[in-house]
């Protein structure tokens, strides 16, 4: 996963807000940069696997829907 450089900006902010309002502390950019590298390569690809495993789980119920909806158009003889 990689995030553009507006998106990184963002996060880093975020960082910085995080430790400044939860920690009381200033952290300066190349910690900043550390910790969101951190995050980036440990922790989205399990986010990613997570959003693919939701995904499968709603594709499979509507596909659960529509297999139902199918048979309820059938006519009783």
Do not use: C, H
């Amino acid at each position: 996963m990689r995030l553009s450089d507006s998106q990184k900006e963002k996060l880093k902010a975020e960082i910085r807000a995080f430790y400044l309002d939860v920690r009381g502390e200033e952290i300066g950019m190349i910690e900043q940069m550390q910790m969101l590298e951190l995050f980036e390569q440990n922790m989205a690809p399990i986010i990613y696997n997570k959003a693919l495993d939701d995904a499968k789980a709603w594709f499979t119920q509507m596909m659960d829907n529509l297999d139902s909806d199918f048979y309820a158009l059938y006519k009783n003889d």
